[in-house]
């Protein structure tokens, strides 16, 4: 069945990096899009970034744009969330979700796949 299992998260200080993992399997990769979504304590689920499915065209949300890069690895099945200059406000649950029906989007509903999430915590 489609699995998709994100890596990577931990503490860090601010002004700080992490890179993020998203392992997939169970599904024809390449057919898939790929989104990156947070959430914090309280708050509602946030989309940060997409790759599509189409020709791997990249998409930010402007609350972390200049801030992240994503890429995919298709040998690897990997999707990599590299996040630079973080802040404490970053702080929160980081899940990576698939999609092979849309293009791709920044709204939870146009995935309907997820991981378990990984925490990111940004503390000096």
């Known amino acids: 069945q489609v699995q998709l299992v994100e890596s990577g998260g931990g503490l860090v200080q601010p002004g700080g990096s992490l890179r993020l993992s998203c392992a997939a399997s169970?599904?024809?990769?390449?057919?898939?899009?790929i989104g990156w979504f947070r959430q914090a304590p309280g708050k509602e689920r946030e989309g940060i970034s997409y790759?599509?499915?189409?020709?791997?065209?990249?998409y930010y949300a402007d609350s972390m744009k200049g801030r992240v890069t994503i890429s995919r690895d298709k040998a690897k099945k990997v999707v990599y969330l590299q996040m630079n200059s973080l802040k404490p406000e970053d702080t929160a649950v980081y899940y990576c979700?698939?999609?092979?029906?849309?293009?791709?989007?920044?709204?939870?509903?146009?995935?309907?796949?997820w991981g378990q999430g990984t925490q990111v915590t940004v503390s000096s």
């Open positions: 979700a698939g999609d092979n029906m849309g293009w791709g989007g920044l709204l939870p509903e146009e995935y309907a796949y």
């Open positions: 169970g599904f024809t990769f390449d057919y898939y899009a």
């Open positions: 790759i599509n499915r189409r020709d791997d065209s990249t």
